[in-house]
């Protein structure tokens, strides 16, 4: 039934965008798992509901924890205290920032119109943000205080929930990305299609080819025209892209390690360790034979002793799969588009969905 109603659109987007909704749905599977009444078929089914359930009694201790850590002498009013004024500061910070690209920016000779028109534009979207966050200001504390309630359920949930409150709070951030990048890489292909102009050529969109073209001395003009100008522009808009980005890129570091630590609670198979460190022969990888005694006229006396899987072939065997993954695309394609100004979504999700 949770599953019919979650196929809404409202409620679908939410639950594929949001890292806590990814969690919980994570969490519930475990639940199932465990709950099943079937009999598990052989050892690694066992090993696995071991493992889930251990996992889930860790996770929950650990939010517990740090539950009772928040509420104890008030933290949570210090934290919606210091967040107001930390958030201001972040706003400041770019908009001097911004003050500074709107001028000479380490001495660079940028284009004063459009310079202008950028800062302005940003500056315009930080006064936004901040009238939303003081906006929001009277409900900081209780909201906080029912997002702390939520480590109940586990730190992992705990995690998530601060992922998407960073994202949340960073999200003039990732606007002025997509702004910078989405105009630097009109910028770039409008380019790169006028250097094939200059050259005789076009690009063929049935083929997927760069095929041989004649133009008039019209087209000619127009385009030398157009390179001339997108040209002088580049400068200013790759430089406004190359602080987005940085900045942006800085937020998903900092998200991505959060993930990474909530990958780690999720798949570790803690019972597994713990069943290697206290009956080590439970796990074995085989045997070994040990000569005792070997004389003439004497039978053979062997000792056989189990060897042990070792830790890292513990966790690689019974490591339990989570909803998350790393990035498909290898350093040369990030560089790639990275300088081609195409969007990167370096934290993707199960089913290829995209943060």
């Not at 500061?89 to 284009?111: D, F, I, S, T």
């Not at 892209?241 to 803690?270: K, M, N």
């Not at 006396?301 to 790393?326: A, E, H």
């Amino acid at each position: 039934c949770l599953r019919r109603v979650l196929k809404f659109w409202p409620l679908s987007f939410l639950w594929s965008k949001l890292s806590t909704c990814e969690q919980l749905g994570h969490r519930l599977q475990h639940l199932q798992v465990i709950s099943s009444p079937k009999k598990a078929q052989n050892q690694a089914q066992l090993m696995r509901k071991a493992n889930i359930f251990v996992s889930l009694l860790v996770d929950v201790a650990l939010g517990i924890l740090l539950l009772s850590w928040l509420y104890r002498k008030n933290r949570i009013g210090h934290l919606a205290d210091t967040l107001i004024p930390a958030a201001d500061r972040v706003a400041e910070e770019l908009q001097n920032l911004l003050q500074w690209l709107m001028g000479a920016p380490a001495g660079l000779k940028m284009n004063r119109a459009l310079d202008q028109v950028l800062g302005r534009f940003f500056l315009y979207h930080i006064h936004l943000w901040i009238s939303y966050i003081h906006l929001l200001s009277p409900f900081i504390e209780m909201i906080l205080w029912y997002v702390g309630l939520s480590a109940c359920l586990g730190l992992t949930v705990a995690l998530c929930i601060l992922s998407d409150i960073i994202a949340l709070l960073t999200f003039h951030i990732y606007c002025f990305y997509v702004y910078g990048a989405r105009l630097y890489c009109f910028k770039i292909y409008g380019l790169s299609s006028l250097w094939r102009l200059f050259r005789g050529k076009k690009w063929n969109v049935l083929r997927q080819r760069v095929d041989s073209c004649s133009y008039d001395l019209d087209q000619l003009f127009i385009g030398t025209l157009l390179f001339t100008i997108l040209l002088f522009l580049l400068p200013t808009t790759a430089l406004y892209y190359l602080v987005f980005t940085l900045l942006r890129l800085l937020v998903v570091i900092v998200q991505g390690l959060i993930h990474l630590l909530v990958d780690l609670i999720d798949s570790l198979p803690l019972y597994s360790i713990v069943l290697r460190l206290c009956r080590p022969y439970t796990l074995a990888a085989g045997v070994k034979f040990r000569v005792l005694e070997q004389q003439d006229g004497k039978p053979l006396r062997l000792l056989m002793q189990i060897n042990p899987l070792s830790y890292g072939r513990v966790v690689q065997t019974y490591r339990l799969p989570t909803y998350s993954c790393y990035p498909k695309d290898s350093w040369s394609s990030l560089c790639k588009k990275l300088f081609l100004g195409e969007l990167i979504y370096p934290w993707k999700h199960k089913g290829e969905k995209q943060d």
